[in-house]
């Protein structure tokens, strides 16, 4: 079964600092025509900076809308016209201070398709160099060090509750880990 | 470094069908205040049925935002006042018609905790049972059953960009396969 929705106008409810919401009629494939409700969100990146001891640098940041502390991969927003492994090298400079050698692609994912147009770009970084982090005005976060398989059981013990996060280490495990 | 930010006030900006968008002002600990804009969201489930032959029942489903068919586990929202559980049940129960004797906590992921207040709670199902699907009016999905070597096959071939799907399949392997 081949089903399309197909877009007839829109308009924008809300403009914000990061999303925007958009509330558009579109017309299913029985004619019902229905309305879309789509935040559009910039798309960010999302970087797993693992040096040669199997040791993973991760950040913890205040997430507002959960009043938590989360451990999360180095991660940030895409920049108008940027592109994914341009940001991914600043965000890991930006939050860690790392440059690294190799950015191993780990694939995209759509946070919430439902409704949301957000993508993140997932990267693995490999042969690391010390910098010096430049956080943003107003940025507060720390940098851990855990290995990976400390990692790991953190994610099976359900300590980790950030999606990005999941996929990246869980796929880092698969390509360094599993299929050797 | 403990870091909090502290809720001074807020306004709803959006009120929609799915979300509601929230701008508030919170006091950073630097004693600066900051506007915060969160999407609220109800949250919902995911649930991955698994078969004793190792098959997975997936649905496919076409994701306004994207203009994309996607193919992911069934999935939906849960109701105001419902437990994530019997959400769980209605929704496996709605998309692929299939009861479980078994549902499997794979744990919960906050899906854009920068932004979002969307929770996720993931399960695996076993000991299914044919029922009967019964679709809401306007949804509109395929049931496909893949195997689950298969799935992580598509995973690794980047072919599943759904990030509650790509939990769901990367926990229920290490699950089943790799703590044995």
Redesign the interface.
């Known amino acids: ?1 081949e ?3 197909k ?1 007839l106008d829109g308009e924008v ?2 403009s ?4 925007k ?1 958009r ?2 009629h ?1 017309e ?2 029985n004619g ?1 025509v ?6 559009e ?1 910039p798309g960010g990146v999302g970087i797993l900076p693992i040096d040669g001891e199997g040791n993973c640098y991760m950040v913890r940041q ?6 938590q ?2 451990l ?1 991969i180095p991660a940030g927003k895409l920049e108008y016209g940027e592109e994914p492994l341009g940001c991914a090298v600043r965000e890991l400079s930006e939050e860690t201070g790392f440059e690294a050698d190799e950015l191993i692609d780990l ?14 770009h997932l990267y693995l970084a490999r042969g690391l160099h010390a910098g010096r982090a430049h956080l943003d005005e ?1 940025e ?1 976060l ?1 940098v851990e060090k855990h290995s990976l398989s400390e990692l790991l059981d953190m ?2 013990r ?1 300590e980790i ?4 996060t ?2 990246a280490l ?2 880092a495990d ?1 390509l360094l880990n ?1 299929k050797a």
Chains 1, 2 share one sequence.
């Open positions: 079964m089903c399309i929705e877009r409810k809300y914000g600092v990061i999303v919401v509330l558009d579109a299913l494939e019902k229905v309305r879309r409700e789509v935040v969100h205040f997430r507002y809308p959960f009043s502390q989360l999360e694939g995209s994912c759509y946070t919430s398709p439902g409704f949301s147009s957000e993508v993140l107003d507060f720390n994610v099976d359900r509750p950030d999606a990005k999941v996929i869980l796929k698969r599993r």
